[in-house]
């Protein structure tokens, strides 16, 4: 897939089935064709008598757990190793800002501060390096606590007392440029005063103020209404490392040879758009790098019972 259209999906366009193939993957589309359904069903339950994995979650969730308890040990115990929260703070000196934060206040305050920058340029060479959306699911503090309430939403749905209401994904790319307009117009960082990123990173450091409420009330919306709302349709801070992990050197990546099509890698992921070449006949080559808006959050590699998704680095993994 081209970076293009990538980026398209990531901003809300459908994920086409592709017109062309390569040979190769043309040849396992073909030999996929011939299997016949009972058959393919046998596989498929076999794959899943085997398989169950939690190793990245688990992994993740303690990276998680750790990072955010650097911020609150270190302030509780007046290390003054990381100041400051998730949003903007100093590590042993250096100036670090969440990039979405920085053009907020750059565009309210209409200035552009040399710390700012400082700190700016230091992030995103890192979330870079690491992959952009992975500080969604392996850094964001709202992130947990939205896992958690999207598995209280899945049991109640399971048992039939809610229901899913999902909206368009393009509302996120007009969100973000309504907060962008708000910010220039009230010269106000507004997205900040309503980040559950912000809040829940200041209410473990320092303490829960009254805006937990707000979080509070966005989690139960997202149990009751709509599965991982925030994330999915409204945060701004997704859709801004989501650019930057696009040309990232880390990444999910898909191989056609082994996989059965039965979408569970599909039915875990936050972004499911992007697994589109998972789905029999949409992958146009027999390796497919995940796209842009991928959190690398490793639980489809954790579903997947075939092994046909994985982490890689790129250009290094040959090498490894
Ligand atoms: S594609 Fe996999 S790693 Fe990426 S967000 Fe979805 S589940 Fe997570
Ligand atoms: S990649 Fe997805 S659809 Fe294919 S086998 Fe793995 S979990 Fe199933």
Redesign the pocket.
């Known amino acids: 897939m081209s970076l293009l259209s990538s980026l398209k999906i990531m901003l809300g366009a459908a994920p086409e089935r592709p017109t062309a193939y390569t040979p190769e993957a043309e040849a396992m589309h073909e030999a996929k064709r011939q299997v016949k359904g009972a058959e393919r069903a046998k596989e498929i339950k076999a794959a899943h008598a085997e398989h169950r994995s939690h190793k990245w979650r688990n992994i993740r969730w303690a990276t998680l757990i750790a990072v955010n308890m650097v911020f609150v040990l270190s302030f509780r115990f007046d290390v003054q190793l990381v100041e400051g929260s998730l949003t903007a703070s100093r590590v042993i000196g250096f100036h670090m800002a969440d990039l979405n934060s920085a053009l907020q206040v750059m565009l309210a305050y209409k200035v552009i501060l040399i710390n700012l920058v400082i700190g700016t340029g230091t992030v995103l060479f890192m979330w870079w390096l690491f992959g952009g959306r992975t500080f969604c699911s392996w850094t964001c503090p709202y992130h947990l606590l939205a896992e958690i309430a999207e598995k209280i939403h899945l049991f109640l749905a399971a048992k039939r007392m809610v229901v899913d209401y999902p909206l368009h994904r393009g509302a996120r790319s007009v969100l973000y440029v309504v907060f962008a307009l708000l910010a220039v117009i009230s010269g106000y960082t507004v997205y900040e005063s309503i980040s559950p990123t912000g809040i829940v990173s200041r209410a473990l450091i320092y303490g829960p103020g009254l805006a937990m409420i707000w979080v509070l009330g966005l989690l139960a919306y997202e149990v009751v209404f709509i599965r991982r709302m925030w994330c999915r349709y409204v945060c701004p801070i997704g859709l801004t490392y989501g650019f930057v992990g696009s040309v990232s050197p880390v990444r999910v990546k898909?191989n056609l040879e082994n996989?059965?099509?039965?979408?569970?890698?599909?039915k875990v992921c936050l972004v499911p758009h992007v697994?589109e070449c998972?789905k029999k006949t949409y992958a146009e080559d027999v390796e497919v790098a995940i796209g842009a808006d991928c959190t690398r959050c490793g639980l489809?590699i954790d579903?997947?019972?075939?092994g046909?998704?994985r982490y890689e680095i790129k250009g290094l993994n040959k090498l490894l």
């Open positions: 898909y996989c059965l099509h039965e979408g569970d890698c599909r697994l998972t489809c579903a997947c019972p075939t046909s998704l």
